[in-house]
DNA sequence: AATATGTTTCATTATTTACTGAAAGTTCAA
DNA sequence: TTGAACTTTCAGTAAATAATGAAACATATT
């Protein structure tokens, strides 16, 4: 396979792989485009490669940029700006784990919590449904722990060290 | 606030939790429904319950079924089908677990593992892909390998134990 | 201060995804 | 073997989501 080849289907099957997990397609693809670039590019770069058009492009990058995952880069003596996606994966999948976190866990928590101060706690049906709340709450906070665990692990050395335990 | 309200609520934000995930509002609204029903229900609860025509309560509980989430239930004496979902969330979180692994994250490794066989992989650029390719592999296989443990855990008593510490 | 270069916004349009409802299919009982 | 009860399918339609492109905005250059 040539290597520009390989390139275009990175980026087509992380748009796909995106979608499947509620994150746009074109958004993916730009992040996958960054991830392969050696250098930082430009809108009009990303507007090229992938065929899109530059408010779109715009748009997309500012998102990226508020999850964590790209960065303007002011290169010296160029009137337009540059971006860059950080190449550590480790890095990008704990940015993206404490974003989602962020945004849908903790919320999700919330409100379950809000559901649980129901009248007639009693009452059998009550009952069976606050298990069902309950049961969810556990388990999310769980999940909040672990990932929390994995957070850090990637902003502190010694639990870093842990980590490699799993090969 | 009211069972009922508490209920509808329940049903409505797990909607909208799902479609975060890439998972279709109703499906996860049934899926929700079904969980805080007592007992086994028919396709026309649910259509009365979430004003959703026969035709979308049929086909999302057929994939539902397809994610080892939902059984149909034979109510003796009646002609309808029952359905119900299983109440156990860390058995729900380790199917839906099983499932997104077999669907998404085992192919995604099998191309990632296609775009390493590349011509001239001497080349400068060719070696800056192949480390982003392999870095995405490795943290995949890792998670591949983390979520087997979990799912091993639902199965297995002696584990289940171990993953208690999680509290 | 006029112009040139580059960026952002957002109303409109296009695409994708999900839903409906009626027709076809299935199963069972008489 | 007819038909009543129930389920499934899927073409057409509706709703949700994403993309375009031109105008407004911002900033540097002459």
Known sequence: MKLEEAKQQFINSWGAFGTQWGINRTMAQIHALLLISTSPITQDDIMEELSISRGNVNMNIRDL?????????????ERKEYFTADKNIWKVATQIIKERKKRELDPMLKLLSQ????????????????????????????????????????ENKFISGVMKIFK
Chains 1, 2 share one sequence.
Do not use: P, Q, Y
């Not at 960065?71 to 010296?76: D, M, Y």
């Open 65 to 77: 940029i508020g999850w964590g995952l790209v960065e303007r880069v002011i290169v010296s003596g």
């Open 115 to 154: 559901l649980e101060n129901i009248d007639d706690k009693k009452e059998k049906d009550a009952k069976e449904f606050l298990t069902v709340v309950g049961d969810i709450k556990k388990l999310g906070s769980h999940a909040d722990s672990l990932l929390d665990i994995m957070i850090k692990a990637e």
